[in-house]
C-alpha cells in the first residue's frame, strides 16, 4: 500500500457497533510480508474502556437469563460462519501476521475446537445434587456466569487464542471485553461481525482496541470479574499480580521454552522432520514452538544435528502470497532486531551457528521482516540463549549424556509451557512424563498441544493462576456455583433449637 | 488453674517431633470460660518457619511417590482415632475456645466429614483419558500435588477448619504446614499425636505456632505452594493479595453477614427455633452464624420479634463443665469489648435494645468472658451493626416490605458467605435461589453449610480465590494436571514435516 | 391420490445406496390425514436384513479407527442439514404422520438436541486416568464403540426417535442398522439422505425396512451387540427378553400412564391450559402424554373438570395442511377403532363421558383416521381406561382425596414412564419428587420431559434394560471400556514371584 | 477332624439373627488341605428364601431413609472389623478354601478396597444439576437404590467377592440376599457378624445357603430387582438370560482364558516371575490367573519354557498350616479329577508335558485335593486346552510368529476377561492395548486386575451385563435416576397451551 489515503482508520466493536477511537491515539498496523502500513487503530483511553465495560454490564442480565440451550444455538450458528467464511479469514490473517496460508487454516480449526468445547456448555455446567444429605435436606450446587470478563490477547494467535479464551465464557452467560493485540486488530474485528451475524446480543461480545492504558482499565475497574491473558511470561506476570491485588480471578499464560528430548533409540529421520515443523512453522512465534532439541548421547546428537542441517537448508522463507512458503516474516522490525541479538549473543557465548538464518535471502527484494531458520549447537544452560524464551526462528540443539540429565536441565528451568520425547521405549516414555515438570507433555508428538477437549495450561512461570485454555477446565474458570441446601419440613413438625454445630449425624436419619 | 507453675509452655510440631520455640517470642492461651492463662505459646521467628518448611519440603518426594492406596489407608487410621478419642479431644477444644461440649462434638463430627472427603481422594483424583484424539495420538491428564502448602487457621474451630483444610491435602500428596490461631494450639497439637500415630511420614503435618511474622514468611516464602486461610475479611483479602503477589494459589475464607429471611407463610415457631441455634450457637463465634432476620411484613417482624424475645430470655449462657448450657464465652476479653461497642453503637444509630446481653449473669461469679444473647430490632442497611460481622452473640432483625427487597439488601451487602429462608412457597423459594448473590443457601434450613461431600465457600468479600473447603473441588485447588500426547509410531512410517498449527483435522484419522 | 401409477415405492438404505426390497412383501403407507395411500414400503426378508448387517460390519473398523473429532465433523454438518431442510423434512413427517407443522417442528428440535448431546461426545468418552496406584502402575480406562447396533423406531415420531436413539451411537464409533415403523418409513429415508450429504461413510447409518421378521433377525444376528427399541410395553418386553436371551445389550423403551396431579393450590386455569396441550398434543400419541388429571379434593375435581370441558369444547382437530388445528388424526384406522373401543369400554365400566371425541365434526368431510378429543371422569382405578395405556386423545379425571393417594395410585400402576404435579407447595413437591416410583417428574410443568442433555428413560414397565435416550448416559450404552493396567520396569530391577492376591498394599509403593 | 459329633450345622443368616435351615437338604463343607469335612451347610427351599427376601424387603424402608452419610459410617465400622479381625479371618477362609494364608490376607485386603469404594458413595450417588433448561424450569437426576438385591458368589474368594459385589450396594441403600457357594459358607456368614457388629440395620444384609433351587427362587423372584454373579461362564449366562428374562438387572461374571504375551524385547527372568504368581497362585483357581504364555518368536519360546521349567520344579505345594508353601488344593476331590483329565487330553491332542503336576509328593501323606503345578507346551488354538478354561493348576506355553498373531488368537477367543503383554516397546504396547479385544489389559503386569476404584469386568462370554464389579460404575448399577423438571410460575403469568412437542427452543428464555 503506498497511497497515503487508502489506510483504514479501525474501530472498537461496543455494544453490536463499529465505534470509533476517541483518544486520538493510534498504532499503526503492518503488513509483515512487505513492511507496509495497512491500517491504523485507535488505543482507547480509560474512559473509553470504562464505557465499552459498562455497556457489557448491562447486556449482562438479559444473556445471564437466557437459558444454556439458547445460547449455544447462537454458538453453533457463529461456528458455521467460520466454516463458512473460513478463505475470506485466512486472507485477514494472513495480511496482519505474516503466518502462510496453511498455517492460519491451522489455527482457525483448532480455534473452531474451543468453539466445539464451549458447545457442551450444557454438560460442562451441570451442577452435583444429592439427596437427603441428612434431616431430608437435599443438598445441591447451581453454576452461575460471572459478569463482565476481560480477555487480552496476543498477536501470534489473532483468531485463535480470542476464541480459545472467549467462546467458553459466552457460552456459559458472561459478557466478554476482548483487547486484541494492536499488531492484529483487523481479526478481531472481523470475527465480531461473526458473532453479530450469529445472532449474539449486542454488548455480549465487545472490542477495545488500545494498548497498556486499556490494559490497567480492565485490570483495575471493579464490574471486570475475570481477566484472562495469553503473552510473555513478564507481562503474564504483572497481568496476574494487577488483577488478584483487584481481587479478579486471572488466567494468564506466558512464554515456553520447549525442549524435544531426542534419545538414542529414536527414529531420528522422523524425529527431525518433527522438529522442523515444530521448531520453525510460524517463523517460531508459539508458546508452544519447540525451542530447542535435548539429544541423549554424543553420537546421537552428532548425527541428529547433521540430517537437521541438511533439512533446514531446504526451507523457504517468504511471503503468504508466494506457494510452497515454510514460514514467513517474524510481526515486527523491533522483534526482527531482538532475535537477531539472540544469535548474535548466543555466538560471543561460544554456540557455534550450525545455520544462520539472519540475513535471509527473500529479504534481498523485499522489506518484510523476514529470518532465515538458524540453529546454534554447542549450547549450554548457562547461556541467555537457553534461560530465555525467542520468539523467532532461531533454535538450539543441547547434547546431554542421559535422560535424566535433560529432564534435570527441564526441571531447573523457570519456563514449563510444552515439552517432548522421541523414542521407542515405554520406560524412558513413563519416567519422561512421570519426572518432568511441564504442563504439556508428548510423547513422538512434535508439539505437545494437547486436543480442544483436554486442559491447556503450563506449569512453573508459564502459567500464573488456575484457569485453562480450551478443556473442560474452562467453564469453571468462567462460573461461579451456589450451594443449595434444601429442605421442606411438614408444618406440624416439633422442632427444638441446636447450638451444636450442624452435622450430618445430628439428625435423625 | 490457679498455681504459676502448672502453665504449660507449648511447642511446635516439626517433622514428627515436638520442637520448642526459640525465638523467646510467646503468646498467652486463655481458658475463656474461667479467664484464666492455661499455657503459652512459642511464636515462630521467620528462622523457626524457613527450617520447618524446609524439612516438610524434604519429606515430600517420598510422600508424593506413596500410592494413593497407602496414602488414604493412612487416613483411615486418622479417623478411626478421631472416633477413639473423640471425648478426650471436647476437652480440649472447649478448655480452650470456650466452647460447649455438644457444639464441640458437633465440629469433630463436621471435621471427620472432611477425612472422608479425603478418603474419596482416589476417585477424585482422576485425570481424563481420550483415545485417538487424531493421528492415532491418545491425550490424558495426570495429577500430581503440588508440594509445600500452608494453613492459616482461626480460633473458632479449633479442629474442624484444620482438618477441613489439611486433609485433603495430605491425601493428595502434599505435605502441609499449618499455622493455628495462638489462641487454640492445643487440639492442633493434639492432632499433630494422632497423624503421627496413624502413621503419617514425619515431615508431611508440621504445625508451626506464630503470628504475623510466621504467616509472612508464610506468605513469602517461594517453597510454600499453596496457602488457605479462614478468618476475617481484611485479613483474608491481605493473605490474597500477599499471596497471589508471591505468585501463590491461595483461598481465603473471609467473614460473612449472613442473614435468615422470614417469609409471612413461614411457620414462625418452627423458625424461631432454627434462628435460635443458628444465630446464637458458639457465641455467635462461626462464620456461617445467622446474623440477623430480615423479616418480610411489619405484622411478621412483630409477630416473629415477639416470639424471638421470649425464647431469647430463657437461653443459658456458661461455662462447658455445666449442664444444659447453650453456649459459652467469647474468645478474649478484647473480642467481648468489641461486640460491646457493636452494640452500643447500634443503639446510638436508633436501634432498639430488645434483648440485653452486655452483662450477662454468669459474669457475677465468673471472669470468663462471658456475652449474653441480645437482639437489636429497628435495624436500617445504613447502620455499622448491619454492615459489618459481628463476632459474638449480637443479632438484629430488620423489618422488609417484601422478598424483593430483602434480596436486594443481601445482594447490596459486601459480604456473600451464607442466608437462608424459611418459606412454604415453592416460587418464593426458587426466586431466592436464583437471585441471591451468595455462595451457600439454605431453604428452610437454620445454617446454610452444605454437607461436608458439596463445596463450601462465598461469594462477593467472603472468599478470595477459587478454592473450597469441604467438597470434592477441594481435590483440585491441592492439585495440578499435566495432559499428555502421547503416539508410538510404527519404526517405518513415513513422515513429513508439517509446519500448520496442528489440529486433530490434519490427521488421516 | 387416485391414479394408482403415481403411488411410489420405497427401498430400504444400505451401504449408502437406496437399495430395492427384493422380498415381494411390501406395507402400504397411508396419509393419515386423508386416508389415502401415499406408497408401499418393502418388508425385509432375514436374508436381506443380514446382508445389510454383514455391509455395516464391514464398514465399522474404519469408522471405528476415524478420531472422534473428524467424527464429530460429520455430526456438525448433519446438524447443519436439519436446520436448513427443516421445512421440508417438516412436510415429510406430517404427511406419513398425519401430526401438524407446529408439532413436526418441536420434534425436530428436539431431534437436534439428541444430535447436540451427541456432539458432546469427546467429552462424554473420557475415560479414567490414575497415576501410580501402586507398584508404579499406571490404571486407566479406554473406550470403543460396540460394533454394529439396531434401533427399532415407532411411528409417533418419524425423525425424533431414529435421531434420539441413533446420533450418540454413530458419534461414538459404531454402525448403525435403523428398522423405522412401516408407517412412517419416508422421514428415515430422507434423513438418510442428510447423512450422506454431510459425508457419514457408506455403510453407517443403514435403515432397513420390514415388519417382525426383521425385528426378529436383528434380535438373534450375533453381529448386532446392542439393541434400542421405543414402542408399546408388550413389544418392549419381548424386545428385552429376547435380545438378551441373545446376550445383547438392550434399552427397550415402552409405554406410559403419565398422569397429573393437581393439588387444590394450584392456579386451575394456567393448569388446565398445561393439561390441554401436554393431554391431546399429536393425538395424545406421545409415550410422554399425560393421560389422566389426578385431582386431590372434591371441588378441586369439580372445578377443575369444568374448566376443562369449556377449553376442549373448542379444540380445532383437522389436516396439517389447515391453520390453527390443534391436532391431527391417528396413525390408522385400526387404531382409531381401538380408542373407541377403550371410551366404550370405560363408560360401560362407569365412567361418565364429559367430552366425546368419537365422531369429530372433520370427519364428515373427510376420509381421515380422526377422533375428536374426549375428556371422562368418575373414572377409577379398577376401570381398564385407568390401567391401559390408550395411544389417542380420550383423557381421563380420577378424583382422589389426598397427595398421598394420588402417590400410591401412581406408584402401584405398572408403569411409571413420566408424571407431573401442579402446587404453589414447596412441601408437596419435594414429598412427590421423593416418593413417587416414576422415572420422568415434573412440578408444575405440562409434560415432564427432561432437555436433551438430560437422561431420558422410565421406571417399571415403562422401560426395559439400563440404557437411555437422550441424556449422557446414552453414550455409556453405546461403548464398551477396557481397564488397562501399564507399568515400565527398570530392566535391572530384581523382582520375585507373589502367589497371593494382588492389592495396592503388596507394592513397596 | 476325625470325631463325628464335632460336625458343626451351619445356618442361614436372615434379619440378624442366624436361622437354621428347615429343608433338611444339607451339603458337606471341606477342609481341602486335609480332605475331611468340617460342617454341613442347610439347602434352603424356595420357601425359605422367600420367606428371606420378604423380610429383607421390609427393612429396605427405612434403610433407604438413611441419609447416606450415616449409611456410610456403618461402612466405616466395618472396614474397622475388617482390620481388626484379619487373622481371624483368614483362618476361616483358608480352612473352607484351602488357599494360603497370605493369599487369604491379599483377598482380605482387596475386599476392603471395595468397602473403600462404598465409602465413596456420598460422592459416586450424586446426580446432575442444570439451572433454567429453558422456561425457568431447573432440570436435576436423584438417584435411588433399587431395594432387595441379590449375589451369588463362587468357592474362590469366600470373603473378596461377596464383599466387592454388596459393599456399594449397602452403602447406595439397597438390602443385599447373598447366596454364598455352598463350598465357602463359614467366611458368608463371619461376615454376618462383622456387619451386625457394625450397626447395620437387620434385613439388610442376608445370607442364605442354597444350591439351585435357591438360585432360581432368586432369579424368579419378583422382589429381587438386581442379580450379581460371579463364577462359570455357562453358568454366568444362565443366571443373564435367566434374570432378564423376569426383567431384571443383571451382571454376570464367567470365566477367563487370560493370556500372558511374551515379547522377544522382554526381560524373559522378569516375566518368568510375573508369569508363576500369576498362573499358579492359588492353585489358578481365580478368573483372572494367568492361563497360558503366547510367546512370540521361536528362540524367545524355547528360552522362557526353559525358565519356567527350572522355577516351577521349585515351587511348593502343601495345606495353609505349612511355612512357605506356594499354594494349596483345589477345592474338591471333583475339581481335581477334572482337571487331571483336562491334562490327559492335552497329551492325547498332542501337548507336550514340560512339568507334570499330576501327582503331587504331598499326596503321600494327605487326603488333601492336591494338584502340583504342570505346564504344557506345543499347544495349538485347536485343543480343548486352550479353547476352554481349566480352574487348576494346568498351564500352557503357545507360540507363536509375531504380536499380529498372538492378538488375533485372542481376540478369536470366546472369552475375554484378562490379557497381559511383557515387552520393553512402547509401540507394541499401543497395538496390544488398542486392539485386543478383552476387558482387563495388563502391560509388564503379572495379573491385569485393576486396581478397586477402577472398573472390573471382561469382554465376552466373560461377562453377561453392562454392571462391573469395583469400580465406580458399581453405584449405578445397584441405583436408577429420577429426571426431574421443576418449575415455580408466578401466580400471575400469563400462559396458553402448547399443542407442539416441547423442547428448550419454545421458551422465552
Redesign the interface.
Given at each position: 500500500m503506498t497511497v497515503q489515503q487508502e489506510m483504514k482508520t479501525l474501530t472498537h466493536f461496543i455494544k453490536g457497533e463499529e465505534v470509533a477511537g476517541t483518544s486520538n491515539r493510534f498504532s499503526e498496523v503492518y503488513n509483515p510480508s512487505t513492511g507496509e502500513v495497512i491500517a491504523r487503530v485507535p488505543l482507547a483511553s480509560r474512559a473509553e474502556v470504562k464505557h465499552a465495560i459498562q455497556l457489557a454490564k448491562e447486556a449482562f442480565p438479559a444473556w445471564k437469563?437466557?437459558?444454556?440451550?439458547?445460547r449455544?444455538?447462537v454458538l453453533?450458528r457463529f461456528?458455521?460462519l467460520l466454516v463458512e467464511r473460513q478463505e475470506e479469514l485466512i486472507n485477514v490473517i494472513c495480511q496482519e501476521s505474516g503466518k502462510?496460508k496453511?498455517?492460519a487454516?491451522?489455527?482457525i480449526?483448532?480455534g473452531i475446537?474451543s468453539v466445539?468445547?464451549a458447545?457442551?456448555a450444557?454438560?460442562?455446567?451441570?451442577?452435583?445434587?444429592?439427596?437427603?444429605?441428612?434431616?431430608?435436606?437435599?443438598?445441591?450446587?447451581?453454576?452461575?456466569p460471572l459478569g463482565v470478563v476481560a480477555t487480552i490477547a496476543p498477536f501470534n494467535?489473532p483468531v485463535?487464542v480470542p476464541l480459545a479464551i472467549t467462546s467458553m465464557a459466552v457460552a456459559v452467560g458472561n459478557a466478554v471485553i476482548l483487547k486484541p493485540s494492536e499488531r492484529v486488530p483487523i481479526s478481531a474485528l472481523y470475527l465480531c461481525q461473526l458473532w453479530k451475524e450469529a445472532g449474539l446480543p449486542d454488548g455480549i461480545w465487545t472490542v477495545v482496541n488500545g494498548d497498556k492504558e486499556a490494559v490497567d482499565e480492565l485490570l483495575e475497574n471493579k464490574e471486570i470479574q475475570a481477566i484472562s491473558f495469553v503473552g510473555s511470561t513478564p507481562v503474564a506476570?504483572y497481568i496476574?499480580?494487577t488483577g488478584?491485588?483487584h481481587?479478579k480471578?486471572v488466567a494468564a499464560f506466558g512464554g515456553g521454552k520447549n525442549f524435544m528430548i531426542v534419545m538414542p533409540d529414536a527414529?531420528l529421520?522422523?524425529t527431525a522432520?518433527?522438529f522442523?515443523?515444530a521448531a520453525?512453522?510460524?517463523a517460531s512465534q508459539?508458546c508452544m514452538a519447540i525451542s530447542g532439541a535435548l539429544v541423549v548421547g554424543k553420537d546421537t546428537e552428532q548425527r541428529f544435528t547433521e540430517i537437521l542441517k541438511n533439512?533446514i537448508s531446504e526451507l523457504k522463507v517468504g511471503p503468504y502470497t508466494e506457494q510452497d512458503v515454510?514460514?514467513g516474516p517474524v510481526i515486527t522490525k523491533q522483534s526482527k532486531e531482538t532475535i537477531i541479538r539472540y544469535i548474535d549473543g548466543a555466538v560471543s557465548e561460544g554456540a557455534n551457528l550450525v545455520i544462520d538464518g539472519r540475513n535471509p535471502k527473500v529479504c534481498e527484494s523485499s522489506n518484510g521482516f523476514y529470518l532465515g531458520p538458524t540453529l546454534l549447537n554447542h549450547v549450554t544452560p548457562e547461556m541467555t540463549i537457553f534461560k530465555e524464551e525467542v520468539f523467532g526462528p532461531a533454535r538450539i540443539v543441547v547434547g546431554v549424556d542421559s535422560l535424566q540429565e535433560a529432564i534435570d536441565l527441564i526441571n531447573d528451568h523457570e519456563l514449563g509451557n510444552g515439552v517432548t520425547m522421541f523414542?521407542?521405549?515405554?520406560?524412558a516414555?513413563?519416567?519422561f512424563?512421570?519426572e518432568?515438570e511441564?504442563?504439556?507433555?508428548?510423547?513422538?508428538?512434535?508439539?505437545?498441544?494437547?486436543?480442544?477437549?483436554?486442559?491447556?495450561?503450563g506449569?512453573k512461570?508459564s502459567k500464573?493462576g488456575?484457569g485453562h485454555m480450551f478443556?473442560?477446565d474452562q467453564a469453571r474458570?468462567f462460573t461461579?456455583?451456589?450451594?443449595?441446601?434444601?429442605?421442606?419440613?411438614?408444618?406440624t413438625?416439633d422442632?427444638?433449637?441446636?447450638?451444636?454445630?450442624?452435622?450430618?449425624?445430628?439428625?435423625k436419619?
Open positions: 437469563k437466557t437459558s444454556i440451550g439458547k449455544v444455538e453453533h461456528r458455521q502462510t496453511e498455517d487454516k491451522g489455527e480449526v483448532r475446537e466445539d468445547m458447545i457442551s450444557p454438560q460442562l455446567l451441570k451442577g452435583e445434587y444429592s439427596v437427603n444429605v441428612g434431616g431430608n435436606i437435599n443438598a445441591f450446587s447451581a453454576k452461575s494467535f485463535m506476570e496476574y499480580q488478584t491485588k481481587n480471578r527414529n529421520e522422523q522432520n518433527a522442523l515443523g520453525y512453522g510460524a508459539r533439512k515454510d514460514f523414542t521407542s521405549s515405554g520406560a516414555a513413563r519416567k512424563q512421570e518432568i511441564v504442563g504439556m507433555v508428548g510423547v513422538n508428538v512434535p508439539i505437545p498441544i494437547p486436543v480442544g477437549y483436554h486442559n491447556f495450561g506449569w512461570r500464573f488456575e478443556g473442560p474458570f461461579k456455583a451456589k450451594t443449595i441446601s434444601e429442605r421442606w419440613p411438614d408444618e413438625e422442632t427444638a433449637s441446636s447450638f451444636a454445630f450442624p452435622s450430618n449425624n445430628d439428625a436419619n
